[in-house]
């Protein structure tokens, strides 16, 4: 009879912890993250450590609203990372709900994506959860490993060749940002008629193909200023991109794409417009494609 007893408690039990195992993988779950503080400790050698307003390095991973959410997806791409698994704690109630919302939103994702030195940005971030909520991000890059290799290659040779010993940020700016244009034609087929024939949304149309579009543009004009430190992201409006950058104590519009214009008569046009700019300057400047959330690029709002 107590064999039976014995027997029938283990399998009462056993249902118990059946029809209750989502709740008590999530308690052990939350019981080890509050137990032990996650750190993020690999970084590539492409990490950027900067203070942007918008978006901030987590120090840990004990998220508890959707900015410690944005904040953790900027951490992961920008410090290289290509696969990375976190939970929602318990006491974060609408944790899963605001991971949708990220993961669904092109446009938070391509702000994140600015903010992020180029060979860490991605081409797409997938974002997939369960009901214990599990969250694993896979990113998968803009540049591969060759991409980088021949980038730099031909960084190092532009330096070399162009600004030489030259000192002084702004020129050494003023140099690349001529180079990059007279070296490059906006690729009108593409932005126009969705007609691919170059890569010319990245630095690899810029530098090896001769075609670029403003994302192009602006990566190749924010990878020079990575390897001169100069602190940069880039700006994203509805349709348009371009850099910010920080120098003698401001934040300026570095703009190559408008400073390349399309002529009609297919002459090849160096200007600059829109080069190192205060944010007052490009609003006088009226034009519909420069129109950027100001909760966003903080850094530029006139003060």
Not at 94 to 113: Q, R, Y
Request: aromatic share 14%.
């Amino acid at each position: 009879m107590r064999k039976f007893l014995f027997v029938l408690f283990l399998l009462i039990g056993a249902l118990a912890i059946y029809i209750n195992r989502e709740q008590i993988i999530k308690t052990i779950i939350n019981n080890v993250i509050e137990s032990k503080e996650v750190n993020l400790e690999y970084k590539n050698s492409y990490y950027l450590k900067y203070n942007f307003k918008y978006v901030d390095e987590l120090e840990n991973f004990k998220i508890k609203n959707k900015e410690d959410l944005i904040n953790l997806y900027y951490t992961v791409i920008n410090n290289g990372n290509e696969i990375f698994e976190f939970y929602c704690p318990e006491e974060y109630k609408n944790c899963i709900n605001d991971v949708t919302e990220i993961a669904n939103n092109p446009k938070e994702l391509s702000v994140i994506n600015g903010f992020v030195h180029p060979y860490n940005s991605f081409d797409t971030v997938e974002t997939v959860y369960n009901s214990l909520g599990q969250v694993t991000l896979t990113i998968k890059k803009t540049y591969n490993y060759n991409d980088i290799v021949r980038l730099n290659e031909k960084i190092d040779e532009i330096v070399k060749n162009q600004v030489k010993n030259e000192k002084n940020t702004k020129k050494i700016i003023k140099i690349i940002h001529d180079y990059i244009i007279e070296h490059t034609k906006y690729d009108k087929e593409r932005s126009d008629h969705n007609i691919i024939k170059y890569q010319s949304n990245t630095a690899i149309g810029v530098f090896f193909e001769g075609y670029g579009i403003c994302s192009g543009y602006a990566d190749a004009m924010a990878l020079f200023l990575n390897y001169y430190d100069i602190p940069n992201y880039k700006v994203a409006s509805e349709n348009h991109v371009w850099n910010a950058v920080y120098i003698d104590g401001k934040w300026l519009h570095l703009d190559l794409t408008w400073d390349d214009p399309i002529i009609s008569t297919g002459e090849d046009i160096l200007d600059d417009s829109y080069f190192l700019i205060t944010t007052e300057q490009l609003k006088k400047l009226e034009d519909s494609q420069h129109h950027f959330d100001e909760t966003v690029y903080q850094e530029l709002v006139n003060k």
